[in-house]
């Protein structure tokens, strides 16, 4: 198999026929070309989307208040509704199930933060500490809101690592204060995001019961969140917390407008359905391309016996075995097989890396797509799938070469 006679008669006959061991490699090598591309699309898509969710707790709701749009109990349509502590309270005691429990309040509009001469326009935010758990954020520096803050009113913040650069620059910031609509707020924390493209990195956050005395918000409830209990499905959350917040505001249960809900178990339970297709998809269509690669290559090798019917009969006629001749045509159909395969593998890669560094270089503002990928083992089984497909490729051709008679074969034209 591995006779240097044998590969410089393997090399004389790619090189005599050059346009048709191209299009046979080349048939090959753009199969595996567009089954890597669209693997690492996949993948890309993939990792994007999971980045959008941004590290955030996957068996979570968020609630927000609506309005109301169908009348109940003699109750117009149209009523606006607000949360209070109250409700908080009562989600806490009356819905089974909960794992955490947090509430989250804006400043409408975006509000100059100051450190001495440097400001810039952010969102602020109140909320309590278990509700950074569920949203996501990441400590980089300092620490996160705690909940003796909140029970204590302290007048700390914490800041996007967006919102730190543009106030502190190369400063440090913790310990430092910044001031916001006048009251200043001691900086204890920076945090990253990776959810929202980033932009969640341009906010700040006060503790909760601190900005609802601050900003005069008090007993004022804009957005709930709520995590299950493992093996508790956050639909049974949701729907127990629909029936309790209709009671005590007064509007129909079945009132869709009524409640802002984002069911975060839902959501992820689509996306993999999604990705769960995307995969299939692919790997139909790798199959299908290694099904084309294998017909391709066994045509031509046909071809190729058919055209050294004589050589083969003086090689028998010599004394050559019908293994020697077997693994002869095998050994070109694997080369040209595993060669081209290895190529596309190989191209296709780099693409994806290039892909990846404009991404990155870009700032990766791509939304839903983010750093496409191969799995190596993936790409390790494509590879050694060539070997055995280039393989397969080449044996009914060789079997057919194999079973010439050397007087046949030497009286062929």
Sequence with gaps: MFDLD????????????????????????????????????????????????????????????????????????????????????????????????????????EY??????????????????????????KLTEGRLLSPLDGIERRKVIIMGEKVRKVLFGDQPAIGQYVQVKGVFFKVVGIFTHTGNNGRNEERAFVPFSTFQT?????????????????????????????????????????????????NNEEEVKRFEGLFTGIKLFVSVIGVLTLVAGVVGVSNIMLIIVQERTREIGVRKA???????????????????????????????????????????????????????EVNLTVALSATALLVISGAVAGLIPAMKAANVKPIEALRAE
């Design 6 to 109: 044998k590969w410089q008669e393997i090399l004389g006959t790619m090189r005599r026929n050059k346009l048709r061991t191209f299009l046979t490699a080349f048939g090959v090598f753009w199969g595996i070309f567009m089954l890597v591309l669209l693997l690492g699309a996949g993948k890309g898509m993939e990792n994007g989307i999971w980045k959008e969710f941004g590290g955030g707790a996957m068996n979570s709701m968020f609630v927000s208040a609506g309005k109301t749009s169908l009348p109940w109990q003699g109750l117009k349509p149209g009523r606006e509704l607000k949360f209070t502590n109250d409700d908080m309270e009562a989600i806490r005691q009356q819905v089974d199930g909960v794992e955490l429990l947090a509430s989250r309040n804006r400043l409408f509009g």
């Design 112 to 137: 100059t933060i100051v450190n001495k001469t440097k400001n810039g326009s952010y969102q602020v935010f109140g909320a309590t500490a278990e509700f950074f758990q569920l949203n996501g954020e």
């Design 214 to 262: 601050t900003f005069n918000q008090y007993n004022q409830v804009q957005r709930i969140g709520i995590s299950s209990t493992k093996g508790t499905p956050v639909k049974q959350l949701e729907d127990q917390v629909r029936v309790l917040l209709a009671r005590r505001h007064q509007f129909d249960p079945a009132d869709k407008q009524a409640l802002d809900l984002e």
């Design 318 to 372: 010599l004394g050559a075995t019908p293994w020697s001749i077997i693994s002869m045509v095998v050994q070109e159909s694997v080369v040209i097989t595993s060669l081209s395969g290895y190529l596309g593998l190989l191209f296709g890669v780099a693409l994806l890396d290039f892909v990846r560094y404009m991404l990155e270089k870009a700032g990766g503002t791509s939304s839903y797509f983010d750093h496409p």
